[in-house]
């Protein structure tokens, strides 16, 4: 059975399990699943996940755009364009309403903080990666199951044998887990990369 969607995701994880009486548990094993995909040095991200937000910035901090995994630039517009910030530390964005400006450095804490207070109002671009809706009956499927089943189907199933406390068979499938969420990271790369360009050798100088 293609684990396609949320209902044949987790009829796929009690055949596979061959654990009927763990019916009830089978959403929350994908909710647990969810919550292990993104997090981490080595957390999914994909290109369906990278998305932008403009908005208008008066103050010396911010709060992160919903669903926010990972900020990727920033930028402020000055005279209709668009400049890069740079990623400083909170060293870089001292505490200082008496420094007014234009922002350029951010650093990111628990908001988005900006090297000064900005001495007007500023449109900022945000571009991140956006956490993907989570499995429901409303959100059936969403661009990691589309992209990456085995993702969602290895986790699960992992998160099934901890609630069975069958520790072999954790480790297999937290394996299996880890493996695909790196084979994913590194297929994202390859197509975000695109294929390299072919080197002919050609003998001979340049007339």
Sequence with gaps: MAFDNFDNLKASLISWS?????STFIGDAVTICESHIYTGAGG???????TEVIQVVNTKSIAFPSSCLE????SIEIDGSYCRMIKGTIQTTPDNPDITGAPSTYAITSLIEFNVLP????????EYYQRPAPLSDDEPTNSTLDSYPTVYFYGSMAAVYEYAGELEMITYWGNMFKAAVHDANIEEYRLGLGSLPTIININGGVP
Excluded: G, P, Q
């Excluded at 999914?44 to 990278?50: K, P, V």
């Design 18 to 22: 061959r654990r009927a009486d763990m």
């Design 119 to 126: 001495d007007k109002d500023y449109n900022v671009k945000i």
């Design 71 to 74: 900020i990727r630039n920033i």
């Design 44 to 50: 999914l991200r994909t290109r369906a996940m990278e």
